[in-house]
């Protein structure tokens, strides 16, 4: 499926998941993600959603990556506040975006001139680092 995706035939991937789930045989979220960057790599972004979403509705829990590919998607397509209210919705299910995602997402949204929405990205990532560091103190202090 990994192969297919990276030669540009996610379609041909689709078939061989349809094919997999009629033998009985569910998807795991490394499957998934698999799909949905392929389908990010091919600017696909509202199908790569769709697959998201279709993944916690069959009761596979995505993980970090599966929410990082459709966020660098809705970078990569420069839907920046957009891809705002996509990192609440992660950071609102326990997950951390990446730097890089703060950093294109505050590039972002100053080549638009969104100033108000930059610093609420900002004001956000300082608290998520802030607390990273002080739990890095706080378990080095313990170690003592």
């Not at 795991?28 to 698999?34: L, R």
């Amino acid at each position: 499926m990994h192969s297919l995706c990276e030669h540009g035939r996610v379609y041909d991937a689709f078939e061989l998941l349809t094919r997999l789930e009629n033998e009985g045989i569910s998807p795991d979220t490394i499957t998934f993600n698999i799909l949905i960057s392929g389908l990010r790599k091919q600017g696909k972004l509202e199908e790569a959603i769709e697959l998201l979403d279709r993944m916690m509705l069959k009761g596979c829990k995505p993980n970090l990556g599966s929410h990082q590919q459709v966020l660098y998607g809705l970078l990569e397509a420069k839907q920046f506040v957009r891809a705002k209210c996509f990192m609440n919705q992660m950071i609102s299910r326990r997950f951390r975006p990446s730097f890089e995602s703060y950093k294109l997402m505050i590039l972002g949204l100053c080549t638009e001139n969104l100033m108000e929405e930059v610093d609420l990205v900002l004001q956000h990532m300082v608290r998520q680092c802030g607390g990273r560091l002080r739990s890095q103190r706080q378990q080095q202090q313990v170690n003592r």
